[in-house]
């Protein structure tokens, strides 16, 4: 079982970047496809990007494209979430997950297998 940890939130003024990342405990992290879901205080997880397990094909939700990027380092163990131009609406704990499934566009939780504990990111208006 893989164990995933989550860093590099914080607070962050609107307009501002944070680079996430999150690192795997085991050396078959490029079996798994990766994702970061968010959840805001009151509101439901939601998807926000996912990588397959070579980092050629990525896919996110719509409000953050053109803003965030994924990538992965297969060779670190760890995968990344780039975000600029946040808004105060990014404001959420940041999850980390890890699949062991074949989705062509995998975007729900419920195709991943495998979740970080969080890492919170605030942004101030």
């Known amino acids: 079982q893989v164990q995933l940890v989550e860093s590099g939130g914080g607070l962050v003024q609107a307009g501002g970047s944070l680079r996430l990342s999150c690192a795997a405990s085991?050396?078959?992290?490029?079996?798994?496809?990766m994702g970061w879901f968010r959840q805001a205080p009151g509101k439901g997880r939601e998807f926000v990007a996912a990588?397959?397990?070579?980092?050629?094909?990525?896919n996110y939700r719509d409000s953050v494209k053109g803003r965030f990027t994924i990538s992965r380092d297969n060779a670190k163990n760890t995968v990344y979430l780039q975000m600029n131009s946040l808004k105060p609406e990014d404001t959420a704990v940041y999850y980390c997950?890890?699949?062991?499934?074949?989705?062509?566009?995998?975007?729900?939780?419920?195709?991943?297998?495998?979740w970080g504990q969080g890492t919170q990111v605030t942004v101030s208006s």
């Open positions: 990588i397959s397990r070579g980092g050629a094909r990525r």
């Open positions: 997950a890890a699949s062991r499934g074949y989705y062509s566009e995998p975007s729900s939780q419920g195709e991943f297998d495998y």
């Open positions: 085991e050396g078959t992290f490029s079996s798994y496809v």
